[in-house]
DNA sequence: CGCCAGGGACAAC
DNA sequence: GTTGTCCATGGC
């Protein structure tokens, strides 16, 4: 089906910010996108205009969720004024299309426990190899194969070199535990969507290999949150280059997740010795 | 080769 | 509370 989406939403910027690893580019501004036991592929037309490769109830009742397509970005936008902060103006003008995706939270889970210390080429390959070791094998729209995120309790089961099988390093042991957690109810990740930011940020690290930048990365993009600001090392320079002052957090609640998706995008895209 | 990547656990101050 | 070290792997 066809649908205009009368505002922010840029496929190109949203693969590429970084919260989502499964956004696979199959032609020019179309993606197939895989997100938990579902795949998608979706095109930018001109106009504001989008294929989606689906009937209009599953674009209702799964993918307009998904794209957070009810929230108004440029409305977020227009809290930002050009000359008190000409430096997030630039940024959220640079990076508007960027919209917060509502990811599984599990999923997010996993996928920001493997991304730590690592770059996004190797996340996704990890995620990936972990999706066919233990993920559903299903047939998409076009008759091509993928695989479903696993679940928790396919990846508890996994073995410690089936899991490394993945590249996951050390981190195999946060994963495997991670997953026997949630599939106890330890941690009941559904129960956390409706919880406060501190009570979700608690329970979160509470798992092993779950600090406050992870924490705060599940809670954004797989609990939409939308005032968590995830603190890694591009945001730590922006902080420090461009508010060396103090980030004024308390101006942009509760949409600071959403901002800090801007500048990390901005800053990460440009050459850092223009800075 | 060395350095860094959407960090965190753990020990030592 | 803050700081240093180590962790496994790939890209460059």
């Known amino acids: 089906m066809i649908a205009k989406i009368d505002d922010d939403f840029d496929l190109e910027k949203i693969a590429k910010s970084g919260q989502c690893f499964r956004w696979h ?4 501004r179309s993606f197939r996108i895989i997100h938990g ?3 998608v592929y979706v095109e930018q037309l001109d106009s504001g205009c989008f294929r989606f490769e689906c009937d209009e109830e599953t674009f209702n009742e799964v993918w307009q969720g998904y794209f957070d397509l009810d929230e108004n970005y440029s409305a977020i936008r227009a809290r930002v004024d050009a000359e008190s902060d000409p430096f997030l103006w630039r940024a959220s003008e640079n990076e508007k299309g960027i919209r917060i995706l509502c990811q599984d939270p599990w999923e997010t889970l996993i996928s920001f426990i493997i991304s730590q210390n690592r770059n996004i080429p190797a996340i996704c390959r990890s995620i990936e190899m972990l999706a066919e070791i ?5 047939e998409d729209r076009r008759g091509r194969m993928y695989y479903c995120f696993p679940s928790a309790e396919a990846v508890a089961s996994l073995s410690q070199d089936e899991l490394l099988q993945c590249k996951l390093g050390y981190r195999w042991k946060y994963v495997k535990a991670a997953a026997e957690a949630v599939l106890k109810g330890l941690v009941d990740l559904e129960v956390l969507k ?13 798992l092993s290999g779950v600090g406050p930048k992870v924490a705060s990365c599940v809670a954004l993009f797989g609990l939409h949150q939308l005032d968590m600001f995830p603190v890694d090392t591009w945001i730590r320079k922006v902080l420090s280059n461009e508010y060396p002052h103090g980030y004024p957090f308390e101006k942009y609640s509760p949409y600071n ?17 223009s800075m």
Do not use: H, W
């Not at 580019?25 to 020019?28: E, I, L, T, W």
């Not at 233990?134 to 299903?138: H, L």
């Not at 409706?194 to 509470?206: K, M, R, V, Y």
């Open 37 to 39: 036991a579902r795949c």
């Open 194 to 206: 409706s919880a406060d930011s501190e009570e979700a940020i608690a329970a979160l690290t509470q």
């Open 134 to 138: 233990a993920g559903e094998k299903v």
């Open 25 to 28: 580019p199959v032609a020019d």
């Open 257 to 273: 997740g959403v901002f800090q998706q801007y500048m990390f995008a901005y800053y990460r895209n440009r050459l850092p010795e």
